[in-house]
Structures are given as structure tokens and as C-alpha cells.
């Protein structure tokens, strides 16, 4: 267990790319054992992604680019502008609604900030907001993605631990619309301090065009959640219909995605997509090991010999992954953790479907920490503000995920009760 | 600064890609408006999704832009940097070519098993990964020779 752990966490240091890493600590182990063939080593890997739930992961990527690229996002930010625009602080809002809307259509953070900041950031600042405050608060908001469904977290979750796909995204619903709601209120705590204002309602002729203009898009959530929850699709084949409704729509109706844009956009999100699969490949391999050398058993032990309460054993797995999740990369705390906790949580009675949007939730601050945050890095590139400034800007914001953090931990109810209601117990 | 491989392995990400949306699709509509639900397409689906993933990776080398953890190793001074990146990237050769040859060897004693509906050998789906390996590799040697500054987007990750 020592040369699993300690080798893997070494060459990880070392900035050895993580899939490496732990296909590295793996073949070391197993030289040293020597009693293992080390063509395990190829079959654990192969067998890591040969996964139908998986295939989801490519395709809700692909939803999301195409969304980006056929102007699908700008009618988001359009039909927000319309809804919530006249609150003070408004566009402050509008990126609030546009992230949790968009989160309804895309599995990714990082496709979210890179959309909906592209046409957002200059929107704002246009209207007289700081550079810092509108990049900060992009980022915040585009953490809502990966907890409404669909999501590729869950997606990784669901694959590792066979828990239903279908209720992990029923579960993150309710917390996702309670990030919506604390970050409005953060954006109007701020707005109000320094004397934003709103800037004012649209007329209702021109509020109504742009409710309008977006049913297409507002179609979407529709086909893919109704798909899911009512059974006639998996979530995998759900993702593929909005792929082919996204390329319909940019492609056909809105006229604004090419040929050649198509395949340029196909060759990114493959290339993006392996980057993340190949990670989870090889932790086919490494939760193998460590689950024959009774690490998650080790780990139960520890935590139990602390306390027996759930809710300190959440509060610790909580800390413990908000503390990772600033130094690591989130889909590698995902693959190595998720396999390692799962022992714990049963035991301790915590259902799985909860802790998954528990976990998910937690990772999604860690995006916007540094030193290792992908969101932070997006928005600081995007927006051309220093790491220091973007994070003091986003501490509110944060802190106004922190609460919903706790919120669902401690009140279970808020996760699992739109899962019992629709698929039931 | 494009090599006829980058343009070769993208055009086939894209295929792949495309392929397995195409696959899919075609398999809710046969099930859903055709009444005949197709057997193979799940197998042939994932079957190019471990293809896509191993032969993906290949970009990730090439222009660099893999997943690490550099918390600790932006503190090196630049020149030790450089040095600890080369051990990196020999480290990595070596568990290649490891990858390689198990690889093969597994493809040839899976050979001779079939999926259950596609027919076909799943030594197809063994070979994905030395053949991805094989390109790992060379994307490695080849952003030696030639660093390629603009690093692919950082975009898609959950």
C-alpha cells in the first residue's frame, strides 16, 4: 500500500502527467510483487473505458462546444437579459440565470466559463462593471453547470460506482438552483455595497422577442431531461440527441456553424475528451490495486476510529476534499477518491446519490482556487486579470457556495427528494 | 506548425467522434420509431470511444496540454525545470514502451475471442491501446523537435 500511495503521490510532484502517474505506481507495485503478469497492466487500462455510460462524457462536451460556436449562448444571455435584467446589479444576474439555463444543457464547468464569459465579460464591462467583479463572477456561476444535469461529474461518478446516472441528475437539480439563488444574493449584496445599478427593464415589446427567440434553445433542457427521467432514452443516448438537436439548430436554423468549423470543433472536443477518459483508463487500473491491497478498508478504519457520526465524517470528507481540491486537478480527485470513499459512505450509512452531488458540489469550489483551479485559469486568461485579484473578487462568491455546500450536506432531503419522486425509492 | 500526422490523427478523432454520435443516434431511432432495436451498436460505440480515447491522448503529447499537477514544480528555477521535464518525459517513453509490448500481448491471446453481437475479434478493442501508446509516444519525441508555443485550449474539462 506504502509503494501505491507514496509512488504515486511522487511522481505527481514531479509533474509526471497523472494518468502516468498512476499507471506508474501501478506497474512499480507490481514489479516489486512480482506474483501479478503485468499484462494486467493493458487489460485494466483497455477495460477502464470500455464503458457505455461513459460515452456520455464526449457527447455532453460536444453539446456544450456547439452551443458555444452556432450562437446558441448569445440567446441565452438575450432571453436572461429579459427575465432578470432589472434587478439591481443586472447583468450580474443575467450571467447567474444564463449559467444555470446553459447548465441545463452542458456537463462541463469549464465549456460553460469559456461560452458564457466569451460574450458576458465585454457586456459587462461595456455597462460600467469592473473587468475583476464580472470574471470572478463568470466563473462563480459557471461552477452551477456540472450540478444541474446534465453532468459530466456525475457521468465519472455513476461509471465508478454504478450508482444510477438518472437519479444523480435528479439529485442535482434542487442544489443547482440553490447556487442560482445565493449567488443572486451575493451579486445583490455586492451590487448594493457599491452602488451598482440596474440597468433597468427591457421594454416588454423587446423582452418578449427575445423570450421568444430562444423557445429553440429553451427546447433543449426539455429534450434532455424529459429523455432521461421518463425512461425512453439513457443518458448517454440523451446527450447524442442534443448533440444532433445542437447541430440542427446552429447548423440550420441559426445558420451560424460551418462545415469546416464542425470538424475543427469534432477534432477539439475528442482531443479534450481523451484527456479526461485516459485519466479515467488508468484509474481502472490503480482502484483495482488499491482496492486488492484493502486500501478503501484502511481508509474506512482511520475515519472511523475518529467518529461514527455521519456528520462528522461529511464534515471531514468535506474539508478534506475542499483542501484537495485547491492543490489537485478535479476529475483526478474524482477517479483516485471516489472508489476510496465509496467503503466509508456505505458503512456509514450515507446514500450514495447524495455524496455524489455532495462531492461533485465540493470539487466545483475547487475549480475556482488556486494554485490548481481550471475555471480560475479560464477566467483570469479571458479576462486579462491577475490570479490575486480574481480570487479576492470571487471570496463572496465562494463563500456563497460554501453555504449551499452545507446546506445539501446536512439536509439530505434537498438532494434526494426529487429522485424518490420521480423514480422512486 | 502542423505535421501531416497531426492533420491525419485529427481528421480521425473527428471521424471517430462523428461515427459514434452517428452510431448512436441510429440506434435510438431503430429502437424507438423502427420497432428493431440493433444489438451491435453499443459494442461498436464503445468500441471506437477506447480508440478515440488512447489515440486522443496523442494530441495531449503532442502540444503538451495533458493533465499534471505543477503546484509544486513552478517553484523549480527554469532551467531545472527544463531538466526535470526531460527525466519526465523519459519516464513516460519507458511506461510506453512497457504499455506496447503488453499491449500486443494481450491482443494476441484475446484474438481469438468475438463480442457477442458484432462478431468481430475484441482483439480490436485490445489493439486501441498499444497502438495509442505507439502514438503517445511519438508526439512526445515530436514536441521536442518542435515545441508548439499555443497549447491546445484548455476547454473541456468537467
Known sequence: MMVLVGVLLLLMALDFPVAFAMTGASVVYLLLRGDIPLVVVAQRVTVGVDSFVLLAIPFFFLAGELMNQGGITKRLVDLAQAVVGGIRGGLGH??????????????????????????????????????????????????IGPVIPPSIPFVIYGGITGVSVGRLFLGGVVPGVLMGVFLMGAVYMVAKRRGYRAEGWLAASEALRNIWRAIPVMLFPVIILGGIFSGIVTPTEAAVVAVVYAVFLSGLFYRELSLPGLVRLLTMVAANTARITFIIASAGLYGWLLAREGVPQMFT????????????????????????????????????????????????????????????????????????????????????????????????????????????????????????????? | MQSVMDRVVGWALAACLAGMTCIVFVSVIFRYLLNSPLIWTEELASLLFAWLTFVGAYVGFRSRSHISIDTLVIFLPAPARRRLTRCVDVGVLLLLA?????????????????????????GFLYLSFPIGCILMAIGIVQSWRRPRPEAASQEGRP
Not at chain 1, 94 to 107: E, L
Not at chain 1, 117 to 127: D, H, K, T, W, Y
Not at chain 1, 352 to 367: C, R
Open chain 2, 98 to 122: 512497457l504499455f506496447v509490448w503488453q499491449g500486443i500481448k494481450l491482443t494476441a491471446t484475446t484474438w481469438s475471442l468475438e463480442f457477442p453481437a458484432m462478431e468481430i475479434s475484441r
Open chain 1, 301 to 425: 478504519e482511520f475515519f472511523l476510529s475518529i467518529s461514527q457520526e455521519p456528520w462528522v465524517i461529511l464534515l471531514m470528507v468535506n474539508l478534506l476534499l475542499l483542501i484537495l481540491g485547491c492543490l489537485m486537478e478535479t476529475t483526478a480527485i474524482l477517479v483516485i477518491l471516489t472508489p476510496v470513499l465509496m467503503d466509508l459512505i456505505t458503512k456509514v450509512g450515507i446514500d450514495p446519490v447524495h455524496f455524489g452531488v455532495v462531492l461533485t458540489l465540493n470539487l466545483m469550489i475547487g475549480l475556482l482556487t488556486p494554485p490548481v483551479g481550471m475555471v480560475l485559469y479560464v477566467m483570469v486568461s479571458l479576462a486579462k486579470v491577475s490570479v490575486t485579484e480574481f480570487t479576492r473578487e470571487c471570496a463572496i462568491f465562494m463563500l456563497a457556495l460554501v453555504v449551499v455546500l452545507g446546506l445539501i450536506t446536512y439536509v439530505p432531503g434537498l438532494v434526494t427528494f426529487l429522485p424518490i419522486l420521480v423514480m422512486g425509492k
Open chain 1, 94 to 143: 443575467v450571467t447567474v440565470v444564463t449559467n444555470m439555463v446553459m447548465a441545463g444543457m452542458s456537463g462541463s464547468a469549464v465549456a460553460d466559463a469559456t461560452g458564457t464569459g466569451a460574450v458576458l465579460i465585454p457586456a459587462m464591462v461595456e455597462a460600467g462593471y469592473p473587468r475583476v467583479f464580472s470574471a470572478a463572477l463568470v466563473g462563480a456561476a459557471s461552477t
